[in-house]
């Protein structure tokens, strides 16, 4: 996963960085999940995720507007940036 790609992703999941040991632990594989390209329901749906967060907080996830809105804008960025294209080639995204 990209530097760009890993904090976003940090961004949206740690905000203020609060939360249990716990918590931070379920954040980190979810993050790392969607940056290898799962879908975040998906990714709720895994035995990881389902034994070590609350069905109330795996729907606090899928219910943040504000993750939802930082998904959706990054997919955008992603998709008009040309880095997606399969026509180019790995090296010239860098």
Not at 19 to 41: F, M, N, P, Q, S
Not at 48 to 74: C, D, F, G, M, W
């Amino acid at each position: 996963m990209t530097e760009e790609r890993h904090s976003f992703w940090h961004r949206i999941f740690f905000g203020s960085g609060t939360g249990t040991e716990r918590e931070r632990k379920v954040r980190e594989y979810i993050i790392h999940r969607i940056g290898d390209g799962a879908h975040l329901r998906d990714v709720l749906g895994e035995e990881y995720v389902r034994r070590n967060a609350s069905p109330t907080e795996a729907e606090q996830i899928l219910e943040n507007p504000e993750l939802v809105e930082a998904a959706h804008e990054k997919m955008r960025n992603d998709f008009t940036s040309g880095d997606l294209d399969p026509r180019r080639s790995p090296d010239s995204a860098r």
